[in-house]
């Protein structure tokens, strides 16, 4: 019978990606209610030292395909390595991250197994009751429909966003095993890390061989610019439609700059070309949780709250007093952000200034 939560352990230059911790993190708490295993799969070349890190955020098991052509993600041997995996071990649950890699593997994997997959999930469950409760919060499904779920399914729930956002779909996959989902980085709270957790890792040989491989990487170059990670931040001062071209983002940066925090924006900004794609929040972006979010000039549409609505504190700056980011926000200001920023700024700075003459 098919049973445990796999998570696909994604490392790149032997670095164990966090989107993998926090989907280690979620995996325990469906393993909880399901009174399975949280199992890692880690794949690549000379990182088996890695694994007891898995078990230090919450796999009790590591299972650790180690081969030279794993070396670099190229999707065949991968793809070949989790297939074997799953038909060995037989899953109940395999999680992804919807990283670059997670979304070339997984629907491949799917494919190959022949079962379902769940892209770009925000939620996920199987304990029926969580899952009610989750409903009653977050929707209009009448109470009678709620309560009239049956209380012993224990398929994954898998929730994610449909129809441009507008609506949230759960979706199942009843029929065939493993139930396969990816999800979005930063979406899933990431666990605490305990130094002492030990679990037991097994080497498996996945009958690879460099023959696996139908692309050859000659050489891997490293884009110049560093890029920037937007879910990292504490604080994020973020632009849209409103800042009115690239220049727009400058009194931004210099807010940001002064608060120790980073520059984030709506898609507007990077479809406009006006600032780079790694600092879009929201849907086809990033989720962010930073301590605060200052959003200059933006309205606030369904797609982008989805990415920073569980901000801890949100500050909207827009001349319209009645967009929906003022309606969420915990404090607005109306009025041109063009003005506000950098008077924002200046008061910072004195403050900072006068602070330190006292
Ligand atoms: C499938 C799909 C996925 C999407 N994914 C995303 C996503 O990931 N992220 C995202 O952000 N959007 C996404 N969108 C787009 C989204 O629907 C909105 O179009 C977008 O978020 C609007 O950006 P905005 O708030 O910057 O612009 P607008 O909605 O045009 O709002 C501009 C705001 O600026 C204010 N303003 C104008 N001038 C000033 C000024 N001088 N001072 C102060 N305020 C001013 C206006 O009052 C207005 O509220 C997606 C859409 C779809 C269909």
């Not at 991968?78 to 999680?95: C, G, Q």
């Not at 309560?147 to 956002?165: H, I, V, Y």
């Not at 994020?236 to 931004?252: F, I, T």
Request: proline share 5%; aromatic share 4%; hydrophobic share 40%.
């Amino acid at each position: 019978m098919s049973k445990d939560i796999f998570v696909f352990a994604e490392q790149r230059s032997g670095a164990v990606q966090k989107v993998s911790l926090e989907l280690i993190g979620e995996a325990a708490r469906l393993a909880a209610d399901l009174g399975e295993q949280v199992v890692a799969v880690l794949m690549g070349y000379q990182v088996a030292d890695k694994a007891p890190l898995l078990c230090q955020y919450g796999a009790e098991k590591v299972l650790v395909v180690d081969h030279p052509v794993l070396e670099h993600y190229t999707t065949e041997p991968y793809v070949k390595a989790m297939e074997y995996i799953i038909r060995t071990y037989d899953p109940n649950v395999v999680l992804y991250g919807a990283s670059s890699i997670g979304r070339d593997m997984a629907p491949r994997v799917a494919g190959r197994i022949h079962t379902g997959l769940t892209a770009d999930c925000t939620r996920l469950d199987v304990d029926v009751e969580k899952y009610q409760a989750y409903l009653r919060r977050a929707s209009q499904i009448p109470a009678e429909r709620i309560d009239s779920l049956d209380k012993t399914d224990r398929n994954l729930k898998m929730t994610r966003p449909a129809f441009g956002g507008n609506v949230m779909a759960t979706i199942i996959c009843p029929e065939y095993r493993p139930q396969m989902a990816t999800v979005r980085p930063g979406v899933m709270e990431m666990p605490e890390r305990n130094p002492d957790a030990v679990g037991e890792i097994v080497m498996v040989d996945a009958g690879l061989s460099m023959e696996d491989r139908n692309v050859e990487i000659l050489e891997v170059v490293r884009s110049g610019k560093k890029a920037v990670d937007i879910t990292d931040a504490k604080i994020l001062v973020s632009g849209g439609r409103g800042v009115g071209g690239p220049e727009g983002y400058e009194p931004l940066r210099e807010l940001a700059a002064v608060l120790g925090g980073e520059v984030s924006s709506s898609r507007i900004g990077v479809d406009s070309g006006w600032i780079e794609k790694d600092r879009q929040v929201g849907q086809t972006g990033k989720t962010v949780h930073p301590d605060l979010y200052i959003a200059c000039g933006i309205s606030g549409a369904i797609q982008h709250l989805a990415g920073m609505e569980s901000s801890e504190c949100i500050i909207a700056i827009n001349t319209d007093e009645n967009c929906p980011m003022m309606k969420i926000a915990d404090l607005g200001i109306v009025g041109d952000l063009k003005v506000i920023v950098p008077k924002l700024t200046e008061a910072i700075k004195a403050y900072r200034a006068e602070q330190r003459i006292g």
